[in-house]
């Protein structure tokens, strides 16, 4: 802060300094607003659902392997099998047993909509321990 200590005149002369403390203030709340506001504009990014880095999981014996062809059928094991008759066969490969993990892999060309459609299947079946299975990423 100064003080004028010059008692010569009685016309105060014009300051023509800027006061920044309002300016400095404005800024800081539009920076506050994108702070907020960036995070809520950002773009989905594209995945590649096949492969994974994920722990490699112990496998059962006889893992029962239900495969979403490119053409879209079914198969288990390595018969093929209608959809309508998936409920059945998989009781029988199971012996009734809904605990059982059906291991679902899929070709890459399959829409995300018909895998869904088939683990839908397994699930309206009662099986609701579904793995999915993907190739093995090396880092």
Same mark, same amino acid.
């Given at each position: ?16 300094? /800027?006061? *920044? ?23 989905? /990014? ?17 893992? /029962? ?15 093929? *099998? ?19 993990? /059906? ?6 060309? *399959? ?29």
């Amino acid at each position: 802060m100064s003080v004028r200590l010059d008692h010569g005149k009685e016309e105060l002369e014009e300051v023509h300094e /800027i006061n *920044v403390t309002p300016f400095i203030d404005v800024i800081l709340v539009l920076l506050i607003i994108f702070m907020i506001a960036a995070p809520l504009a950002t773009v989905d /990014i594209s995945v590649d659902l096949p492969s994974s880095t994920a722990e490699r999981q112990p496998r059962p014996e006889k893992p /029962i392997y239900l495969t979403v062809k490119p053409d879209l059928s079914l198969s288990l094991g390595e018969g093929p *099998v209608a959809r309508d008759r998936l409920s059945a066969l998989l009781d029988q490969v199971t012996n009734g047993d809904k605990q059982t993990r /059906i291991f679902l892999r899929a070709d890459k060309v *399959v829409p995300y909509g018909e895998l869904m459609e088939v683990m839908n299947l397994l699930r309206a079946a009662g099986f609701l321990k579904v793995a999915l299975v993907g190739l093995e990423k090396n880092s």
